[in-house]
């Protein structure tokens, strides 16, 4: 059975960076289009990075963009998300996810992990 477990989330400052880890098991990263996702209290699950199945094509949401990076590791079979200069309203539960086909909806995403808290504030 496919497991995605995330990882790095904290409590950080405004303008602080983070690193955020998506170990996967029984799942070949190159047969996937890797997502992160975001959710705030009271909001809906919100795209936020993709990284599709070649490892080369990357897709950000507008509120991250230039300042998030996703990334992979075929080795550790781990996708990363480097968050820099964070802002209180990157403050959710990021969670990693995967699916066949490419998409932005967090409702075409077949694989889940459970999510790791990102907080900024002072």
């Known amino acids: 059975q496919v497991q995605l477990v995330e990882s790095g989330g904290g409590l950080v400052e405004p303008g602080g960076s983070l690193r955020l880890s998506c170990a996967a098991s029984?799942?070949?990263?190159?047969?996937?289009?890797m997502g992160w996702f975001r959710q705030a209290p009271g909001k809906e699950r919100a795209f936020v990075a993709s990284l599709w199945w070649n490892g080369v094509t990357k897709t950000y949401a507008d509120s991250v963009k230039g300042r998030f990076t996703i990334s992979r590791d075929n080795a550790k079979n781990t996708v990363y998300l480097q968050m820099n200069i964070l802002k209180p309203e990157d403050t959710a539960v990021y969670y990693c996810?995967?699916?066949?086909?490419?998409?932005?909806?967090?409702?075409?995403?077949?694989?889940w992990g459970q999510g790791t808290q990102v907080t900024v504030s002072s």
């Open positions: 996810a995967a699916t066949r086909t490419y998409s932005t909806s967090w409702s075409e995403y077949q694989y």
């Open positions: 029984t799942l070949t990263l190159s047969n996937y289009f």
